[in-house]
């Protein structure tokens, strides 16, 4: 729900282009701004961002190039329109439930030569943002264009940047380094993590990203110190690697990248700032307030935690069902498989037809979906985008009538405008079926689930999978957090949490990463689901009854309110998230020991709390070690943990 405006300005502003003043744009606190027309040449459209008194991008060049219209001629404003907004609004689905939404915008109408250009800004106190827009002209129905953005910098500061995309390498499930911006490589992720000063970040992001070519960065040239972004090209022939999901196949790398009617609007290239760690994430939903509000009622759309089943029996999906029910767990995941090879493109997703490699059934995905109904549970089923490329409108129907409520799509298409259109497309067309959506795989969000909040969580991590440890894991809180909702797949029981922390920093996943959907107990089984023993899911254990898996049972996925306690990238995260009148805290640490001074100053004055606190300790005779204690704490209480290299906490705070 969007609350009332406060305020709406709107003024027209004509100028000549003789004596063409820069065009400022401040942000509501004043903090946050950019210059647009600012260099020298008068034939580029130059922007140049501040925080505060410190510029913290130098004079940089939005540059569009394309085959029918001449982007290169002397830059003529004919225009200038300036607007304000001051309003909240609601979700049920965000690390915060009312979110400020709060900005000034500029919209300059330009000509560039004889070809017409408008750029559309906003300064909002959490960071900048601007997009371009291709108006109709020339009697021209449809062009094609290439977007390249010089970001000059006035150092070689540090950034946390993903692997160098290539055939067969994960880029946005990859591994982050941190690196001067002069050795970045071509396909860096966004968002690009930016170390400015210790107390200033920046992040260079993308927004509303729906019908276009995904944004990546390189190495600029463009001064000593630049970063190149620029958008991803064709990609021809589709392959993927079977057990990774990376893309093997080659992009095209001369041709244009977009090729649309007019007029053509662009994503949202976005500037977070901060001074520190902390305010970046905790201000992250600027990507969301760059979309625009919800498209339906979403009142139907439930967030929840999963258990994925991986026997695909009947039998299996009964038992997950009694697990998740009694578990206050909300949907039952049934992964590749069911249908058939996933990676053969007769299979088909309207039967159930099992891969006998994965399943001997019987599956009766009727039977399973009617119990769960009558159980308060739903299902999810996992389908790879070549059962449904082309064919969600037959495929959504009878999933609709066997009573899904659910579709994670895997090995998903990225990066090229079609892929990005068709990915988009099969989210407005599973809200018209009720079906909520999780997408796998290389796909990272930027904020369409503000207007299609089935979206509910997405990939695009290196998450449990790939057996992280703590120290990655507190790159990714800093870094691809900042994008928004992940699918971590949190493991439990599996013999890789020994090598990725403790058991108690794998409970701290659920409040440390964002996710509406929780994928827990990845790899481990329902007590009473049939044993599998084809080594496809690898180190399967059967869920106990350990003391600490009411924190599994207890924890939202969905929060009111979002505070980021401690965040040294690498090296400590501690977040406490607010549900109702609870508090739910959760802390991970790297590979030092070190002791964690805790305040409660977020609690209410005046009022009592109980903390419920999980900590790892050798000495408890469990599988997982990990302790249970319970203290009383107000406001003003402090709570000193020495917490060991790789070790981890949580809390549950509830008002007496």
């Known amino acids: 729900m969007l609350n009332k405006v406060v305020f709406l300005i ?15 744009l401040l942000s509501p606190d004043a903090s946050k701004k950019i210059v647009f027309l600012n260099g020298e040449s008068k034939s580029d459209v130059t922007f140049s961002v501040f925080y505060g008194n410190q510029q913290v991008i130098e004079t940089s060049v939005l540059e569009i190039v394309s085959e029918e219209l001449d982007f290169s001629g002397e830059i003529l404003v004919e225009k200038i329109e300036k607007t304000s907004e001051n309003s909240t609004w609601e979700s049920r689905f965000s690390e915060l439930s009312t979110i400020p939404d709060n900005y000034n915008q500029v919209k300059i109408y330009l000509k560039q030569g004889e070809a017409k250009l408008n750029v559309i800004a906003r300064a909002y106190n959490e960071g900048v943002a601007f997009a371009y827009e291709i108006p109709e002209q ?46 970045l490589q071509e396909g860096c992720e966004r968002p690009l993590l930016i170390e400015v000063a210790d107390t200033l970040k920046i992040a260079l992001a993308e927004a509303r990203l729906v019908d276009y070519a995904r944004l990546s960065y390189n190495k600029g040239t463009s001064s000593n110190f630049s970063i190149l972004s620029s958008l991803d090209g064709r990609m021809e022939k589709i392959k993927h690697d079977l057990v990774s999901g990376a893309a093997i196949s080659e992009r095209d790398t001369k041709g244009f990248r977009i090729h649309q009617k007019l007029p ?49 029996t009947t039998k299996g ?22 249908y058939g090879n996933e990676m053969d493109n007769a299979s088909d997703a309207t039967t159930v037809t099992l891969d006998p490699k994965r399943s001997k059934g019987p599956f009766d995905v009727e039977a399973v979906c009617k119990y769960a109904k009558e159980k308060g549970v739903k299902v999810m089923l996992y389908i790879n985008r070549r059962a449904l490329e082309g064919k969600v409108d037959e495929v959504f129907p009878v999933l609709k009538k066997w009573g899904v409520s659910g579709v994670k799509y895997g090995f998903v298409r990225v990066g090229d405008e079609g892929a990005t259109t068709w990915m988009h497309d099969a989210v407005k067309k599973a809200a018209e079926y009720n079906l909520v959506i999780d997408i796998h795989d290389e796909y990272r969000p930027t904020g369409f689930s503000r207007t299609y909040p089935n979206l509910l969580t997405q990939e695009g991590i290196r998450g449990d999978e790939e ?35 403790s058991h108690a920093s794998q409970l701290a996943k659920t409040v440390c990463l964002f996710s509406p959907i929780q994928f827990l107990y990845w790899y481990d089984k329902a007590p009473a689901a049939p044993v599998k023993d084809d080594g496809l899911w690898g180190d399967t254990k059967t869920i106990g009854n350990e003391p600490e898996l009411e924190f599994f049972n207890n924890v939202p996925t969905t929060w009111d309110e979002t505070k980021v306690l401690e965040a040294e990238i690498g090296e400590i995260g501690v977040i406490a998230r607010r549900k109702g009148n609870d508090w739910f805290v959760g802390g991970i640490n790297g590979t030092t020991a070190r002791n964690v001074a805790l305040d409660f100053s977020y609690l209410d004055a005046n009022a009592l709390y109980k903390v419920k606190l999980y900590v790892d300790d050798d000495t408890v005779n469990t599988r997982t070690k990990v302790k249970i204690e319970e203290i009383e704490v107000k406001n003003t209480s402090e709570l000193n943990l020495k917490i060991k290299s790789n070790n981890g906490f949580v809390m549950q705070i509830t008002k007496l």
Not at 285 to 300: E, G, H, M, T, V
Not at 318 to 332: G, P, T
Not at 478 to 491: I, K, S, Y
């Open 10 to 24: 709107i003024i027209s502003i004509f100028t000549s282009c003789k004596q063409q003043e820069p065009i400022d």
């Open 138 to 183: 020339n009697n021209l129905e449809e062009i094609k264009l290439s977007e390249n953005i010089h970001y000059n910098f006035i150092q070689d500061f540090a950034v946390w940047s993903t692997p160098k995309r290539g055939k067969g390498v994960l880029t946005a499930q990859g591994e982050y380094k941190k690196i001067p911006l002069t050795k």
């Open 264 to 312: 053509i609007v662009s994503p949202w290239r976005v500037v977070m700032m901060g001074n520190s760690y902390a305010d970046l994430l905790e201000k992250n939903y600027i990507i969301q307030n760059l979309n625009p509000p919800s498209a339906f009622d979403d009142s139907w759309v439930e967030s929840g935690k999963i258990l994925r089943e991986t026997t695909l």
């Open 317 to 338: 999906g009964f038992a997950a069902i009694d697990f998740v029910a009694s578990h206050n767990m909300q949907y039952v995941h049934f992964d590749a498989g069911w």
């Open 467 to 501: 057996t992280v440890p703590n120290e990655h894991t507190l790159i990714t809180m800093f870094t691809r957090m900042l994008a928004g909702a992940a699918d971590n797949t949190v493991c439990y029981y599996n013999k890789r949490v020994d090598k990725m922390g």
